[in-house]
């Protein structure tokens, strides 16, 4: 029990991404300390560094996601922060008071201007026992150094992220309803709505490090695995259809319309010459396409045949996809699986289960 508490506490702290945030804390210090460096004349072999940065780093490098990481909250909790700390300095004399005073101001500014940031209450108490640098420095050391630093950090935490294909600036992306109105996604009808996120969050009293949509779409993603861990038997297999109608990546746009209506379907897979799967095409591709299908085509939705069908759930429901092509290790396909195909399983289901109900009754 007592190895619980070198568990890691926060969620999805994943070695790859332990290891990503020591590489980003080492690549963007150092190249802080030496662009400021060189901005401020002291050369590139003179780290230009505020000690806050370090607590910085590990929150842009390790949480990313979270709304006290991101640009305005690093640039702007910094640097007001210290401006508050080297104005209580001015006017407080008491080094005692003055240390308090400075970082509870910070914390007060911090959150009217919506930057709140740890760091910042660093950056206040250096404002007020910074030592004779600092107090030589005055007024400018909110700037130079602090605003400084923390606005090469956040340039190179962008850059850094955008190269190892993380989130940020985190921004949640809301789903649409796909059909260009302001309905919530159907799968986003049912269930808890977002009024109950935030009577829980006042009921609970407390504050969390987490973005508020983004609670909501982690409890949505928590209802979503309950439902596929209870409905693991059914597999993506069971209820394919397994006679796929397809056609190549050469052919003409006016056959996909004849295939879709003679069929009555509204997704076709599209195959390259070796029968792997490259796309997907309905009627609203084709709507003035005029050439070939591969000139057209959208990204096929896939899933592997030992899949659980309900995991196929978020897909079918997102307003455009009306079908997920069901395919092996080499995008060859088995089958298909329909927004039909599904409702038809999760009726059986549900049927199933309310039986011995009935029966008892």
């Not at 806050?52 to 991101?70: D, E, N, T």
Request: aromatic share 4%; hydrophobic share 50%.
């Amino acid at each position: 029990m007592a190895f619980r508490l070198f568990v890691p506490i926060l969620a999805g702290a994943t070695l790859r991404e332990r290891l990503l945030a020591c590489i980003g804390a080492t690549i963007g210090i150092a190249l802080t300390g030496m662009i400021s460096g060189l901005a401020t004349g002291s050369g590139p072999l003179v780290a230009m560094l505020v000690a806050p940065m370090g607590a910085s780093a590990v929150l842009l490098f390790a949480v990313p996601s979270s709304p006290l990481a991101q640009p305005w909250s690093i640039v702007g909790g910094n640097t007001i922060s210290a401006l508050v700390g080297v104005t209580v300095a001015h006017f407080v004399h008491d080094t005692v008071i003055a240390s308090g005073l400075a970082v509870a101001l910070a914390i007060a500014a911090m959150s009217f201007t919506r930057c709140l940031h740890p760091p910042g209450g660093a950056a206040a108490l250096t404002g007020v026992i910074g030592g004779p640098a600092v107090a030589a420095a005055g007024f400018l050391f909110p700037f130079v150094p602090v605003a400084l630093n923390s606005i090469v950090l956040v340039a190179l935490g962008l850059l850094f992220h955008k190269l190892s294909r993380r989130n940020y600036p985190h921004v949640h992306v809301p789903v649409a309803s796909g059909h260009g109105t302001a309905d919530r996604p159907p799968a986003e009808r049912v269930g808890f709505r977002p009024e109950d996120v935030d009577a829980a969050l006042l009921a609970l009293d407390e504050t969390f490090d987490i973005d508020r949509d983004d609670l909501e779409r982690l409890l949505r993603q928590v209802e979503l695995q309950a439902m596929v861990r209870s409905q693991r038997t059914l597999l993506c297999r069971d209820i394919m259809s397994r006679d796929v109608i397809s056609l190549p990546v050469t052919a003409s746009a006016d056959e996909a319309r004849n295939l879709l209506i003679d069929h009555n379907i509204r997704t076709l897979p599209v195959v390259d010459a070796e029968g792997r799967l490259t796309g997907a095409i309905g009627l609203r591709e084709l709507t003035k396409a005029t050439g070939t299908v591969g000139e057209v085509m959208s990204k096929a939705s896939t899933a592997l045949p030992d899949m659980p069908a309900m995991s196929l759930l978020p897909t079918l429901t997102d307003g455009r996809s009306h079908a997920v092509v069901i395919v092996d290790g080499g995008r060859h396909i088995l089958g298909l699986i329909t927004q039909t195909d599904l409702l038809a399983a999760a009726a059986r289901m549900q049927q199933a289960g309310e039986a011995p109900l009935k029966a008892v009754a």
